[in-house]
T-cell receptor, first 115, second 113 residues
Framework: AQSVTQLGSHVSVSEGALVLLRCNYS??????LFWYVQYPNQGLQLLLKYTSAATLVKGINGFEAEFKKSETSFHLTKPSAHMSDAAEYFC?????????????FGKGTKLTVNP | EAQVTQNPRYLITVTGKKLTVTCSQNMNHEYMSWYRQDPGLGLRQIYY???????DKGDVPEGYKVSRKEKRNFPLILESPSPNQTSLYFC????????????FGPGTRLTVT
């Protein structure tokens, strides 16, 4: 079964600093990969997705992620953090299980942005 | 506005008292799903439905029921809630038969005492 590891349950950065949120998946077969963001007291919303096209994927709000097959990674970055980026971020990976498609979520990384 | 709505948003109940959390989407999406979110565990899928009258178990279905009689609605039923079902619940939908680009509802925070 597919598994997703997000390194660091909490990440703290200063406003204007680089944001790097790490995600590794377990499958040797390149899956579809996603990052979702959850702002306080809201549901999740799709930030960006990788579906086997370009390995560098751009999303909303200045975020991007790079798919690295050799490292089975899909890390999320943003060059300059803004206070409004404070949220919890979830990496998710597609998986085919029992003939059905599933989305497997990581445990999440809570991003704090300090002024 | 395209959205997924859930009701109620907050619910405190007692052990064994049947409850239903409603979920409705106005985007004509085929795939709908229920998740629970617990600290340190991320999101876990409870049930999903690929279309009307088609439902299947997710990873943590015990203690829950669902139905899909109409395309837009996907209620979650707890026949006999227990304290370990205290959680934050999310309904989600996607326009295709795949659970990838999901649109999430705002969440229902359930406390079972």
């Amino acid at each position: 079964a597919q598994s997703v590891t997000q390194l660091g349950s909490h990440v703290s950065v200063s406003e204007g600093a680089l944001v790097l949120l790490r995600c590794n998946y377990s499958s040797s077969v390149p899956p579809y990969l996603f990052w979702y963001v959850q702002y306080p007291n809201q549901g999740l919303q799709l930030l960006l997705k990788y579906t086997s096209a370009a390995t560098l994927v751009k999303g909303i709000n200045g975020f991007e992620a790079e798919f690295k097959k050799s490292e089975t990674s899909f890390h999320l970055t943003k060059p300059s953090a803004h206070m409004s980026d404070a949220a919890e971020y979830f990496c998710a990976v597609s998986e085919t299980r029992g003939g059905s498609e599933k989305l497997v979520f990581g445990k999440g990384t809570k991003l704090t942005v300090n002024p | 506005e395209a959205q997924v709505t859930q009701n109620p948003r907050y619910l405190i109940t007692v052990t064994g008292k049947k409850l239903t959390v409603t979920c409705s989407q106005n985007m004509n999406h085929e795939y709908m799903s229920w998740y629970r979110q617990d600290p340190g565990l991320g999101l876990r899928q409870i049930y999903y439905s690929m279309n009307v009258e088609v439902t299947d178990k997710g990873d943590v279905p015990e203690g829950y029921k669902v139905s899909r009689k109409e395309k837009r609605n996907f209620p979650l039923i707890l026949e006999s809630p227990s304290p370990n079902q205290t959680s934050l619940y999310f309904c989600a939908s996607t326009p295709t038969g795949y659970p990838y680009e999901q649109y999430f509802g705002p969440g229902t925070r359930l406390t079972v005492t």
